[in-house]
């Protein structure tokens, strides 16, 4: 039969049918051209529904008896349970009403508890105004998991905030960073989120994250938060909402709130800051928009991480130039260095933390010396020359001074963008195989490496090591020479 068959002969309204349809109650044949075909026994079924919904019986129950999860009977006992209940309600409020009409009370002198009191006295406490009372509130947003996303982007952002003054201003190596140092930073992108969210609140009513996805903090007026009740607000978020990111603790308060939050009730920041969250709607464009926006985020920290590891000097520098950049960068990657280069491109010994300064003796190879060319005052090329004869110290990589040169000189050319392909491969040609010969021109330097060796052998120990009774030959050679220029 069709649809409108089962309309008439059920007495239930198409929206029903196609309810229980969307629920798994039903689930009629289809024909070849897509039409519903209802059986007689998808009839007895609707009917059986009808029954049982009529009877006050529970939609979840109603699912349970048709999947065979519960009996019947069972059911009915719980239901009468609930209409006994229901009706010792209906009577006492009877019961209250004709008192009060006897009495010819009026509202201006009505004793109220002394009738609130009647329906708590005797043997059975009845309070038939309980279900009228929960009606009787705002309409609660619940959502759990669009409020923890709204959330959730509101730290990341603060996080990509705080990383960009870690990397940019400080000149901190944000994705090399101890296990000590992460816990910081966690502690900091919580305080700015306890100072810029209650700022958002208190000027827009609503976080980046809460407006994406169609959030709204009010008061009770429907009106924007003070800045007092909106760091209220924040202060209790963060304790009793994230558990101030606490492990262990912030999973148990986060389930607890996404309990609380599913059973509609009042949470303690909005109780305690007497605000309102309120949801504009639930298109589907907004939660695209939020994966979207952590893409866009995300991407942002990659690119503000890759900037701050670029040289701050660019186009056509000098060696000046050239060596603020090697000496930023050595600081950025946390090359262990005992020297650092002057203005003119020598070597300064660096005081080491405990006040000395390391001098190299007899036996240790100094840094190598670093050559300039120049030319009208801009920077065209480096070089340094290590020879080693019959000498019994290992013979080292120099990758680290190749990879910061590169760095500083490559990385400088207008060009070069922080995610450039072309140099990232470079320098990891150069950190996986340091003892190889390399010849690369990329943005118009063409860096240069040859090393010859003999009487050495490599043991993966970023360094050559002398054969024993060998006779030893090392010559390491590297250059970057600007080609562009004529």
Not at 104 to 127: C, H, I, K
Not at 204 to 228: C, E, F, H, M, V
Request: charged residues 25%.
């Amino acid at each position: 039969m069709t649809i409108k068959e089962a309309e008439e002969r059920s007495g239930m309204a198409r929206a029903n049918i196609r309810f229980y349809e969307t629920e798994g109650l039903l689930s009629p044949l289809r024909e070849a051209n897509g039409y519903r075909n209802y059986t007689e026994a998808d009839l007895e079924l609707l009917l059986r529904i009808k029954l049982l919904r009529t009877l006050g019986i529970s939609l979840e129950e109603t699912k349970s008896l048709s999947q065979g999860e519960e009996e019947l009977a069972d059911a009915l006992d719980k239901r009468l349970v609930q209409l006994s209940r229901e009706q010792a309600e209906r009577v006492r409020a009877e019961a209250v009403c004709r008192s009060m009409r006897e009495a010819n009370v009026r509202f201006e002198t009505l004793d109220a508890q002394r009738y609130l009191d009647a329906f708590t006295s005797g043997p059975e406490q009845v309070r038939p105004a309980a279900d009228a009372l929960a009606a009787d509130q705002l309409p609660k947003v619940r959502s759990p998991w669009r409020r923890y996303f709204a959330r959730s982007f509101d730290l990341l952002l603060c996080g990509a905030l705080w990383n960009a003054v870690l990397g940019l201003g400080m000149n901190i190596n944000v994705l090399n960073r101890a296990a000590g140092w992460q816990i910081v930073d966690g502690v900091v992108e919580l305080v700015l989120l306890l100072l810029l969210e209650p700022l958002f609140l208190t000027l827009l009513g609503a976080t980046p994250g809460k407006w994406l996805l169609g959030l709204r903090i009010t008061d009770q007026n429907d009106q924007r938060l003070s800045y007092q009740a909106a760091f209220t607000r924040t202060c209790w978020v963060l304790w009793r909402g994230l558990g101030f990111q606490i492990v262990i603790y912030d999973l148990v308060r986060l389930w607890k709130s996404y309990k609380a939050c599913q059973a509609g009730e009042t949470l303690e920041w909005e109780y305690e800051s007497d605000s309102v969250l309120t949801l504009r709607d639930e298109r589907p464009w907004r939660n695209i928009a939020m994966g979207a926006a952590f893409v866009l985020v995300i991407g942002v920290q990659v690119l503000t991480a890759r900037m701050a590891g670029m040289p701050r000097n660019r186009g056509e520098i000098t060696v000046a130039e050239f060596c603020e950049n090697y000496n930023r960068l050595a600081a950025y990657y946390e090359v262990e260095t005992d020297s650092s280069l002057d203005s003119q491109g020598s070597w300064l010994a660096v005081e080491q933390e405990s006040g000395a300064f390391v001098i190299h003796l007899g036996g240790e190879l100094a840094p190598p010396e670093y050559r300039f060319t120049e030319e009208d005052g801009a920077m065209t090329g480096m070089a340094f020359t290590v020879t080693l004869e019959n000498s019994d110290v290992w013979a080292p990589s120099y990758q680290d001074e190749m990879t910061l040169s590169a760095l500083s000189f490559v990385g400088a050319q207008a060009d070069c963008l922080p995610l450039d392909g072309e140099l990232a491969a470079l320098i990891r040609q150069i950190s996986e195989h340091p003892f190889e010969d390399v010849q690369e021109t990329l943005h118009g330097v063409t860096v240069t490496c040859e090393v010859d060796y003999s009487g050495y052998f490599d043991a993966g120990m970023g360094a050559l090591i002398p054969e024993e009774d060998a006779e030893t030959a090392y010559r390491f050679h590297f250059s970057m020479e600007r080609t562009d220029r004529t």
